[in-house]
């Protein structure tokens, strides 16, 4: 089945950079939507950007100007750039996709799912 798997999340002093990456494996024939969601301690999980196969890109109003998001169609990869860090920014940050492709069972359709998730952890 296919398997998202996050990495580039760490520990970063406010104003600093990550970037974070999710790779899609399995078998996927298309991926019409991958996105970042973020969950803050004590906090509802909230999706921070994603973007579509038609080039389309979303952010939260909590982002805007400060992170980006882009794919790479063909590693089948979504990145999440992110820029002037702030302590607010602290959570674990997991990717999200929709495909056409293989679930579990291996039945072929349209599909979503998740990543395991990264820390990202902005000290002040």
């Known amino acids: 089945h296919v398997r998202l798997v996050e990495s580039g999340g760490g520990l970063v002093q406010a104003g600093g950079s990550l970037r974070l990456s999710c790779a899609a494996s399995?078998?996927?024939?298309?991926?019409?939507?991958m996105a970042w969601y973020r969950q803050s301690p004590g906090q509802a999980r909230e999706e921070v950007a994603e973007?579509?196969?038609?080039?389309?890109?979303y952010y939260a109003d909590s982002v805007k100007g400060r992170f980006t998001i882009s794919r790479d169609n063909a590693k089948n990869t979504v990145y999440l750039q992110m820029n002037n860090l702030k302590p607010e920014d602290t959570g674990v940050y997991t990717c999200?996709?929709?495909?056409?492709?293989?679930?579990?069972?291996?039945?072929?359709?349209?599909?979503?799912?998740w990543g395991q998730g990264t820390q990202v952890t902005v000290s002040s």
């Open positions: 999200h996709a929709v495909y056409y492709g293989s679930d579990e069972m291996g039945l072929i359709g349209d599909r979503s799912t």
């Open positions: 399995g078998i996927i024939f298309s991926i019409s939507r």
């Open positions: 973007a579509t196969d038609d080039g389309s890109t």
